[in-house]
């Protein structure tokens, strides 16, 4: 192909993108009852094992929700049913990010608990992650992180839809000259994440949010999602909007003296998606955060971090931190108002994870397995 062709393609390309957007920009000021999932009688939890170290920390919180509901699973109120097929070689076969009927099933779910998927690197293969927070339309991405002998307290909320992210498995490339890829950032997708997160500050007695951006570079998309967030605040007149830039904030978290002042953040999808790393090292490694992906419809609890290939191949899957699904867990019940067991199993974590640490995970032979340390959080539970 000769480079004009290529120019044209990407054009049209670039036109297919911006159309399919101003589409999503549509669709999403519609209006659409939320779900109230505080208030289901009966309620589905859909449980994927994902690839790597992800059925080794499912299988675990499998065993934790079959402890802590046995009533509610006994009485018929919870099901828990196990989705299969969520997996890179079944998706790989079929050429698909999630196969059609994988999802089918876990729409069929009321809430999700997933475990870590490996995605694939280049290639035109999309992250399972990212398809299914766009096709569930997950827009917010809600990441606690808490150090409390260091009065850390941080809500993380990472838009999940737009950014990057979503477009990027549509970039375009000449090649052996150029490749570029695009970033989309919507008014109706930042006006949500931005009230999820002043929401949360109201609800909870927060009285600073972090509008986390890098506008001065990024002048149109952050310029927006900066925008928007500070209009969005002037409905909260109690909540303190600060604009930060994404550089020096990556500095102020490492920063004792400055960081233990931040609250609530609220970020476009790739400075939440790198910072949240940040931030659960600081807790004490990313094999110790949760992570829930909300929509008005759906709901979908993970991990913070990826498969870790790289642990399997070294064999070290059984040394994998199982707090890390345990905390979507407790996300989890919360979200679906089964509150009295989150506040139990919260408690529990911060017995073991903070406090007593009998056990503690390394992700090396030196620490302790997935398995025994499960069964350290378990035996807490009466
Ligand atoms: C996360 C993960 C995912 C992401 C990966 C596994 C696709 O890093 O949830 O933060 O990049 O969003
Ligand atoms: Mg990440």
Same mark, same amino acid.
């Given at each position: 192909?000769?480079?004009?062709?290529?120019?044209?393609?990407?054009?049209?390309?670039?036109?297919?993108?911006?159309?399919?957007?101003?589409?999503?920009?549509?669709?999403?000021?519609?209006?659409?009852?939320?779900?109230?999932?505080?208030?289901?009688?009966?309620?589905?939890?859909?449980?994927?094992?994902?690839?790597?170290?992800?059925?080794?920390?499912?299988?675990?919180?499998?065993?934790?929700?079959?402890?802590?509901?046995?009533?509610?699973?006994?009485?018929?109120?919870?099901?828990? $049913?196990?989705?299969? *097929?969520?997996?890179?070689?079944?998706?790989?076969?079929?050429?698909? %990010?999630? &196969?059609?009927?994988?999802? /089918?099933?876990?729409?069929?779910?009321?809430?999700?608990?997933?475990?870590?998927?490996?995605?694939?690197?280049?290639?035109?293969?999309?992250?399972?992650?990212?398809?299914?927070?766009?096709?569930?339309?997950?827009?917010?991405?809600?990441?606690?992180?808490?150090?409390?002998?260091?009065?850390?307290?941080?809500?993380?909320?990472?838009?999940?839809?737009?950014?990057?992210?979503?477009?990027?498995?549509?970039?375009?490339?000449?090649?052996?000259?150029?490749?570029?890829?695009?970033?989309?950032?919507?008014?109706?997708?930042?006006?949500?994440?931005?009230?999820?997160?002043?929401?949360?500050?109201?609800?909870?007695?927060?009285?600073?949010?972090?509008?986390?951006?890098?506008?001065?570079?990024? $002048?149109?998309?952050? *310029?927006?999602?900066?925008?928007?967030?500070?209009?969005?605040?002037? %409905?909260? &007149?109690?909540?303190?909007? /600060?604009?930060?830039?994404?550089?020096?904030?990556?500095?102020?978290?490492?920063?004792?003296?400055?960081?233990?002042?931040?609250?609530?953040?609220?970020?476009?999808?790739?400075?939440?998606?790198?910072?949240?790393?940040?931030?659960?090292?600081?807790?004490?490694?990313?094999?110790?955060?949760?992570?829930?992906?909300?929509?008005?419809?759906?709901?979908?609890?993970?991990?913070?971090?990826?498969?870790?290939?790289?642990?399997?191949?070294?064999?070290?899957?059984?040394?994998?931190?199982?707090?890390?699904?345990?905390?979507?867990?407790?996300?989890?019940?919360?979200?679906?108002?089964?509150?009295?067991?989150?506040?139990?199993?919260?408690?529990?974590?911060?017995?073991?994870?903070?406090?007593? $640490?009998?056990?503690?995970?390394?992700?090396?032979?030196?620490?302790?397995?997935?398995?025994?340390?499960?069964?350290?959080?378990?035996?807490?539970?009466?």
């Amino acid at each position: 192909m000769n480079k004009e062709a290529y120019i044209q393609d990407a054009m049209a390309q670039y036109e297919k993108v911006l159309r399919q957007q101003i589409a999503r920009c549509e669709k999403m000021q519609e209006a659409t009852i939320p779900k109230d999932f505080s208030a289901l009688t009966t309620i589905t939890i859909g449980l994927c094992g994902g690839d790597g170290i992800g059925p080794v920390i499912m299988e675990q919180a499998r065993r934790l929700l079959e402890k802590l509901l046995k009533k509610e699973l006994d009485e018929g109120k919870v099901t828990l $049913k196990e989705i299969r *097929g969520l997996t890179i070689e079944n998706r790989m076969a079929k050429g698909e %990010a999630v &196969p059609a009927e994988v999802l /089918e099933q876990m729409k069929a779910c009321d809430v999700i608990l997933k475990g870590p998927t490996t995605t694939p690197k280049g290639g035109t293969m999309e992250s399972a992650n990212v398809f299914l927070r766009r096709e569930l339309d997950l827009y917010a991405n809600v990441r606690p992180v808490r150090v409390p002998e260091e009065g850390i307290d941080w809500m993380f909320f990472r838009e999940n839809t737009e950014g990057e992210y979503v477009l990027g498995s549509s970039g375009v490339e000449i090649p052996g000259d150029l490749a570029m890829d695009f970033k989309v950032i919507t008014d109706c997708g930042t006006k949500r994440i931005a009230r999820a997160a002043f929401e949360f500050a109201r609800k909870n007695g927060k009285n600073q949010v972090a509008i986390v951006t890098k506008a001065n570079i990024m $002048k149109k998309t952050d *310029g927006k999602f900066s925008k928007i967030c500070n209009e969005v605040a002037k %409905a909260y &007149p109690e909540v303190n909007a /600060e604009d930060w830039y994404i550089d020096i904030m990556t500095a102020n978290l490492v920063n004792k003296e400055m960081r233990r002042r931040f609250q609530v953040f609220v970020l476009p999808n790739l400075y939440g998606d790198i910072i949240t790393d940040e931030a659960a090292q600081i807790q004490g490694g990313v094999g110790t955060a949760g992570s829930a992906n909300l929509g008005d419809q759906y709901a979908m609890f993970e991990a913070i971090h990826g498969s870790a290939p790289r642990m399997v191949e070294e064999g070290l899957a059984e040394y994998a931190n199982p707090s890390s699904i345990f905390k979507a867990v407790e996300m989890m019940l919360r979200h679906i108002g089964l509150v009295e067991h989150a506040d139990k199993l919260e408690q529990v974590l911060q017995l073991c994870c903070e406090t007593e $640490k009998k056990l503690v995970v390394t992700g090396t032979k030196e620490g302790s397995t997935c398995k025994d340390f499960a069964e350290y959080v378990l035996g807490k539970i009466d």
